[in-house]
């Protein structure tokens, strides 16, 4: 049965219009991707701006405020004049506008005077950690969100109260209402930036401060420790995180009044919308120029077959002007094709064989010869079903300081000696991988949870008695979690197993925790702790 074979012709347009197609879809995805990132740049670096307005407009109201209590603190010079005290706290409130409520304690946390009276609290003792901490350190202070008395979550300021003769009195203190309106929440909702942009208050800890939705207020971003670390130590920058199933595009800048940061978010949307309208512009281009070199590349294509065409049409009739080395030509450029199938079965081949020599390799850690992540999880699965089995998480202690004291390839010999301690002291039918680093996974199939933490604690007495290259002794820490205190998931069980790690170097290094269903306990000890 003879093949359909493509025109000529057909085949000349279609190629060069693919091309053309081609090379617009590249061009297109390339504008797609560059201007993407120029766009979410210029809005990283506006959110970056405008977060730092916001955040020293931010401190100075609460310089500002300060300043309001520190005139009324001069202003009392004794608790016994309760009109006085009364006056002076609504002139406070009322006259700055920057506090919901004001209050007046004595020395012994008991309210004194507060405006407004609504709130009935003159005579009671108040007990929270804000009130405490400003009579105890005697100087001005800014509190962390709490909630208050009457039962408000707030941000508390106050100042100390000294009479004439230097005696301490008390404190003259102002709340900040967080959920609900404020002239700090006036401030920081009645921005003039982008109607998409959310402006947030979060602390260093990810603890959401202030919030144009009041639902947020009091909860926790996860942020990464890098990112808490960026925030406590530089005074602005940018990051992107997802939340609730959105990109978020971040700005954000310090407060130098307390460990707050302004956080400015805009949403991926803002960068669709611009390049949706870039792509359609292009694309009316595009078609334009996709048409025109249509009809150039069927009129030239017309004029190439024309001739093949009748070299055809004089074969075909057996004229005596037809000639074979032309249908041979033809003939040939078929020919080649079915010689690189053959020639690509062959080479398939080939690369089948170093396919498989590759998977050996991506499998198996270079430097000590362990299982790797994706060695680890294929030699795992053999083991599938079998609920009696614990993974033991291993890290090397202070393994920084081996690497900046004697090099990294004395940190690479000490990992080799250790991945050879190991194969020596676990069963042949123990799966020793390295994740990472200086952390090993070991997996003990068949094995209760107090015989894992027994092959562990002799894997960390075996460690700490052995001389390694270059540094001598050095300990490990370990963290063992069993698989069916974890409902049967290996991944659970893995990260039980990294937790009690994690337990063992704040419980001092060189010992084991053990991870199982009442918490966490060293290896040795009765309890959790």
């Known amino acids: 049965m003879l093949l359909r074979k493509f025109r000529l012709r057909t085949l000349l347009t279609t190629l060069s219009v693919g091309g053309v197609i081609l090379t617009s879809c590249l061009l ?45 603190a001069s202003q009392i010079k004794g608790l016994t004049d309760l009109n006085l005290l009364k006056a002076e706290t609504d002139r406070l409130r009322l006259q700055s506008g920057f506090f919901n409520t004001v209050v007046v304690v004595n020395q ?42 009457s039962g408000n979550y707030v941000v508390f300021i106050s100042h100390p109260l000294f009479s004439p003769e230097s005696g301490y009195l008390g404190y003259i203190g102002g709340t900040i209402y967080l959920k609900k309106q404020s002239m700090l929440s006036d401030i920081l909702s009645q921005h003039f930036y982008s109607s998409d942009s959310v402006v947030s208050i979060v602390s260093n800890n990810g603890d959401v401060i202030f919030n144009q939705d009041p639902e947020r207020v009091g909860t926790r971003l996860a942020i990464s420790p890098e990112l808490k670390r960026r925030l406590a130590t530089t005074r602005s920058g940018r990051f992107t995180m997802e939340y609730n199933g959105q990109h978020l595009l971040t700005g954000y800048a310090s407060l130098t009044k307390t460990d707050w940061n302004i956080f400015i978010s805009g949403t991926s949307e803002t960068v669709r919308e611009i390049l949706i309208r870039t792509i359609e512009k292009a694309l009316w281009f595009l078609l334009g120029i996709i048409t025109i070199t249509t009809v150039l590349m069927a009129i030239l294509a017309g004029s190439i077959a024309s001739p093949l ?53 991506v499998m198996t850690d270079p430097l000590t010869g362990l299982a790797n992540r994706r060695g680890f999880s294929v030699l795992a699965k053999q083991f599938d079903g079998e609920m009696v089995q614990c993974a033991v998480a291993i890290d090397i202690d202070h393994f920084k300081n081996i690497n900046d004291r004697y090099g990294h390839d004395a940190g690479d010999k000490v990992l080799v000696s250790l991945a050879d301690l190991m194969r020596r002291t676990c069963r042949t039918r123990d799966v020793i991988s390295r994740f990472g680093g200086e952390e090993f996974i070991v997996l003990l199939p068949y094995t209760s949870l107090t015989d894992a933490a027994q092959t562990a604690e002799r894997i960390r007495k075996v460690v700490s008695t052995t001389d390694f290259p270059f540094v001598g002794r050095m300990t490990i820490s370990a963290g063992v979690a069993a698989l069916n205190d974890c409902a049967g998931n290996r991944d659970g069980m893995l990260r039980r197993a990294d937790e009690a790690l994690y337990e063992a170097k704040g419980a001092g290094r060189n010992v084991v925790v053990v991870s199982s269903a009442t918490g966490f306990s060293l290896y040795g000890v009765a309890g959790g702790y």
Request: charged letters at 25%; hydrophobic letters at 40%.
């Open 28 to 72: 297109l995805g390339a504008l797609l991707i560059f201007q993407k990132g120029n766009i979410e740049d210029t809005l990283l670096e506006n959110n970056i701006a405008y977060a730092r307005k916001l955040a020293d407009t931010t401190d100075r109201y609460f310089s500002t405020a300060q300043r309001e209590l520190a005139w009324s």
């Open 309 to 361: 065409g009748k070299l055809a049409d004089m074969v075909r009739s057996g004229g005596i002007d037809a000639l074979p080395e032309s249908i041979i030509s033809v003939k040939a450029w078929y020919h080649e094709a079915d010689r690189l199938k053959e020639a690509m079965q062959e080479y398939r081949q080939v690369v089948s064989l170093h396919i498989e020599k590759l998977n050996d390799e």
């Open 108 to 149: 012994n946390a008991v309210v004194a005077a507060t405006s407004p009276e609504s709130l009935n609290l003159v005579g009671v003792k108040l007990s929270s950690e804000a009130s405490q901490q400003a009579i105890t350190t005697h100087k001005p202070f800014i509190s962390s969100p709490y909630i208050s008395a």
